[in-house]
């Protein structure tokens, strides 16, 4: 049975302690099993008070970031390597503090437009560095999650094909697939095949719609999406990822090209989702019991 999450952006620009205590305890509220933090400034975020928090309100915990131009993995400036793999393993210490499972998001190279294809060498360098991660994650009991995004914000990536191919050659047992309902809809043909490439490889899935708002207000073909999930037999994390102007973190909400309000009562809005995505994943689980 898979868990549902809930993204802390939905609630807090901001993850302080108070900030962070606060985002937790509605998310607990709205009835979800976990949330996903944006960790984007691990070396800023006070794990020991995390955890403090964490134990409090007795759900799970995950945290998701993606890489700038000084801490591109997948780049061919040898300082941007080393500076990146430097911040992932910072955010492994403190997910491994918090009790966290999963590191996921744009952890493999930058989250920008890229102007060009990446080169071969700045591929090798990122997964050079993704591989001694992904064993530092693994020695914590923490998995790795390399979210397929679509072309606007990543170079490596915008497939879940692409997503096979690359961890088929990085060839590490604890790195896996995560497909975003939000970027399939850009980059894909469909919401089944694509759950169905990834196979077994798949380990966390975002479900975002397709302007990032209410779920079932836009696009996405979210009754297949669940189909396929219940077709591969997937009990990971599903984790509900929804941004508006009326929440800001200036870092992520720039980057993401957050500008319209898509929503303003983030209550009414996690647990819609909720019930939402509960609801769907149930419906394919009783067609497929007969």
Not at 65 to 84: F, K, Q, R
């Amino acid at each position: 049975m898979s868990q549902f999450g809930c993204h802390g952006s939905v609630w807090s620009g901001s993850f302080d302690t108070e900030s962070f205590r606060g985002a937790v305890h509605r998310t607990a509220e709205a009835g979800y099993d976990l949330i996903e933090i944006p960790l984007l400034d691990p070396y800023a975020f006070d794990a020991a008070r995390g955890r403090q928090v964490m134990d409090e309100y007795g759900i799970g915990i995950n945290a998701s970031l993606g890489l700038g131009d000084a801490t591109d993995i997948s780049s061919e400036d040898a300082d941007a390597v080393a500076a990146g793999e430097h911040l992932l393993n910072r955010a492994v210490d403190v997910l491994a503090e918090l009790g966290a499972q999963w590191l996921v998001g744009v952890v493999y190279g930058a989250l920008k437009k890229h102007m060009a294809p990446a080169t071969e060498r700045a591929r090798h360098n990122g997964m050079e560095v993704m591989r001694r991660v992904a064993d530092r994650a693994q020695g914590h009991g923490i998995k790795v999650g390399l979210e397929v995004v679509n072309r606007y914000e990543t170079n490596i990536m915008n497939t879940a094909r692409e997503a096979v191919a690359y961890v088929t050659e990085l060839n590490h047992p604890n790195a896996y697939i995560h497909l975003d309902t939000y970027h399939m809809n850009i980059e894909e043909s469909d919401m089944m095949n694509p759950f169905l490439d990834a196979g077994d490889r798949l380990g966390y899935v975002h479900i975002g719609e397709s302007h990032r708002g209410y779920l079932g207000s836009g696009s996405v073909d979210f009754d297949t999406a669940f189909r396929a999930l219940n077709r591969i037999g997937y009990t990971g994390p599903i984790v509900f990822e929804s941004f508006s102007s009326a929440v800001v973190d200036p870092v992520l909400s720039n980057m993401l090209g957050v500008w319209r309000n898509l929503w303003d009562d983030n209550v009414d809005l996690a647990r819609h989702a909720n019930q939402f995505m509960r609801n769907k994943a149930r419906a394919v689980e009783t067609i497929a019991m007969h």
